[in-house]
């Protein structure tokens, strides 16, 4: 290998391969780069690189310079296929090549094509004696750390970090910032800031990778507050500084700040910078104006419809996010897994999307031929559990080709959101043959054996987790443990365990123990779980309320106007409850003693008619549940038209008979209200699905799936 060689490739290495974001140093350059690495350097197309590729390997078949320059050239040109394929077959550096020259280049060629587990295969045997022991220098650092964060494999991030600091090239500004953006891909964020501190030069892209470390572990007040002390540095920020800082912003001014220091920069025209400030508006709320920077965007690209849809999606805006769904299609768009994913997760999560749209966005997966895609198959089963369809869920379960942990995991939680604790059971003993169990599959099937009452069966999983597993109880584990035995009126237990708990009990926990106390009425260990989640939660609405309830349940109601009080001084609002019904394709919204909706009049006229029916068999009003501070006729009446109930009866009046009522609400749902459904359900002999913020009620012929267990 010539000096001529080795001048044109330290040119071509240097002009055309920039790590992203993060530029290593120039390499030395030679005079007189070879005519053959510039002509592959040249070519601007896979269409032009290709007949070089055949000529350049049939006149110089072992020659490492020219393939890593087609390898590179190829990853820039988007075919990393192609790349890792001529990599494969390049010559390796010869046991005497101790300069690192040589390996640098096969490193950043692999680290270009996006093979990790090359880059570190490389890296290894540079280091090993026996295949030539090269000292590694400052260009040697950036691709093997960046292939380490790419794996998320921060054993050997580690040991490479060590190596840097035997070669005396951890306080190389390069360097440091490709550790700590290792460190932050791989979770490890107080590593990363470690590194960061110890940093005795900075650059735009030190504070870029730290930000981006913070974004990526859910730290978003300290990457903001990172931002901040940036500019307060005097340092400019470029555009990859942006597109880490702007997934973390939730507040619409400080949007509306960012917007206008992109603008002065120059970058409210990039493409990427846009498709970042429509996902920012859409989180901060300002959905319209992140529709008007979409539109201004003139070649949208797949992220760019993304962000819209998944921005109409995220605020209920389901109509107008199939719209343009369809739109994009006519576009020519080709769809990926990652936008439908975006898609069916917002949807999963919305309260105001039916079983409807998921059945919509079901059948264009089918029609796109990604139905056979895992994750998308395990996103589609968490959807139809949540828009109450366990058939539908189960069936897409049952053909799946490959299950993992996910998938399993959904269906368990699935049916112990419905109920079904048994079914939910058998599944988690058939997963154990297949999958090792983790620490979030257990407090699915603890949290089903809570809502199904199986007490002794829930023991037996919590005390396998160490014994069979090894698996350390965390603390939403002890709090389905307290659910368990606070729900079967095990109350004394149920504190009695949370007093041997070996970690501090947090709000989750407390809150199952009050939670128990709504079941079976206990004002002492009621009053010892709330002290402790007002501390906690000080401005959670839900626990005062109650606290207040139980209190009234008990008949102490000048205690229960003594947290209302507490509340109204510690300026705490109640959450205004709602319930949603979807008839013939549109959605319906009720508030308590709604008049808003046209059919108003027979609305309550049927009502009135249907609670005379529903007492005449039994039904008893639970003034608990209903306003303080008013007679005991008035209390009936406020019951008569809490929002479950209006959304019922429109239901009722608006669907043949057979069809079943399906209804969700944004709290629990009242306790009066349940018991009202069952009875509303023998009359009509309808059935009715009811979805509240904990979990789903199936009411039939006079029966509740919870069986009163909720």
Not at 62 to 68: Q, R, W, Y
Request: proline content about 5%.
């Amino acid at each position: 290998m010539t000096l001529r060689n080795a001048a044109a490739f330290r040119r071509a290495l240097h002009s055309v391969h920039p790590i992203p974001n993060e530029p290593p140093p120039p390499l030395p350059r030679l005079p007189e780069p070879r005519s053959s690495a510039s002509l592959l350097n040249g070519c601007t197309s896979l269409r032009a690189l290709k007949p070089l590729h055949a000529s350049v390997l049939r006149l110089h078949p072992d020659d490492l310079f020219l393939s890593a320059t087609l390898a590179s050239r190829y990853a820039l040109l988007g075919s990393s296929r192609h790349a890792l394929s001529v990599l494969s077959s390049a010559p390796p550096p010869p046991p005497s090549a101790s300069d690192p020259f040589l390996w640098n280049i096969l490193l950043r060629a692999f680290a270009d094509a996006g093979a990790p587990e090359h880059t570190l295969a490389v890296y290894r045997r540079m280091r090993d004696p026996s295949g030539g022991g090269a000292r590694p220098d400052r260009f040697t650092f950036p691709p093997v750390l960046k292939a380490c964060g790419h794996l998320r494999d921060l054993q050997t991030g580690a040991k490479v970090h060590r190596d840097t600091v035997e070669f005396g090239y951890c306080y190389d500004v390069f360097v440091g910032n490709s550790l700590i953006a290792m460190y932050g891909k791989g979770g490890a964020l107080e590593t990363a800031r470690r590194v960061f501190d110890e940093m005795s030069e900075r650059n735009v892209v030190t504070w870029t990778a730290m930000i981006g470390a913070s974004a990526q572990n859910g730290h978003t007040e300290e990457a903001l507050s990172l931002f901040h002390s940036m500019l307060d540095g005097r340092v400019r920020p470029n555009r990859a500084t942006f597109l880490n800082v702007m997934p973390c912003v939730f507040k619409a001014e400080e949007a509306d700040d960012l917007y206008k220091l992109i603008g002065r920069q120059g970058l409210d025209s990039d493409m990427f910078v846009q498709n970042a400030m429509v996902g920012m508006y859409s989180r901060c709320g300002k959905i319209e104006f992140a529709r008007h920077l979409f539109d201004r965007i003139l070649e949208k690209d797949l992220a760019s419809w993304s962000s819209m849809i998944e921005g109409y999606a995220r605020a209920d805006m389901f109509d107008e996010a199939l719209k343009l769904f369809r739109k994009m299609k006519l576009a020519g768009i080709l769809l990926d897994h990652v936008i439908l994913l975006g898609i069916i997760r917002a949807c999963s999560n919305s309260l105001l999307a039916s079983l409807q749209h998921a059945q919509f966005i079901h059948g264009f997966v089918v029609r796109n031929l990604l139905d056979q895609n895992l994750m998308v198959q395990t996103a589609l089963i968490d959807l139809y559990v949540k828009r109450g369809s366990l058939r539908n869920a189960r069936r897409i379960f049952d053909q799946m080709q490959q299950k993992n942990l996910v998938s399993w995991s959904t269906m368990v939680s699935g049916y112990g959101m419905h109920g079904r604790g048994e079914d939910a059971l058998k599944l988690f003993i058939c997963m154990k043959g297949s999958v090792k169990p983790d620490h979030i599959v257990f407090v699915s099937v603890l949290s089903a054996c809570s809502h199904a009452g199986l007490i002794d069966e829930g023991w037996q999983c919590f005390n396998s987790m160490v014994a069979e597993f090894g698996i350390v109880p965390r603390a939403e584990h002890y709090a389905c443990m307290v659910d368990l035995l606070g729900r079967a009126g095990q109350l004394k237990e149920a504190r009695e365990f949370i007093e041997r708990m070996p970690i501090k009990p947090d709000s989750s926990v407390w809150g199952s123990l009050l939670g128990a106390c709504r079941i079976h009425p206990n004002a002492e260990i009621a009053e010892l779980a709330a002290k402790s989640l007002f501390e906690l939660e000080p401005e959670n609405s839900g626990r005062y309320i109650l606290l207040s309830n139980i209190y009234t349940s008990l008949g102490k109601i000048e205690e229960a106007h003594r947290i209302r009080a507490l509340m109204r001084r510690r300026g705490v609002r109640k959450i205004a409850g709602y319930t949603i019904i979807e008839v013939k394709n549109k959605v319906y919204k009720f508030f308590v003693g709604d008049r808003m909706n046209p059919q108003s009049h027979l609305i309550y006229k049927e009502l009135e008619r249907l609670m005379d029916r529903i007492r005449m068999i039994g039904y008893v009003p639970n003034t608990n549940f209903a306003l303080h501070d008013v007679e005991e006729e008035t209390k009936e009446k406020s019951l008569y038209v809490h929002s479950e109930k209006l959304a019922i009866v429109f239901g009722l009046l608006n669907s043949g008979p057979g069809c079943v009522i399906q209804i969700r609400k944004n709290l629990r749902v009242c306790g009066d209200c349940h018991t009202a459904t069952k009875f509303i359900s023998k009359i009509t002999g309808r059935e009715i699905v009811v979805r509240d913020s904990h979990r789903f009620h199936h009411f039939s012929d006079g029966v509740c799936s919870c069986g009163d267990y909720w």
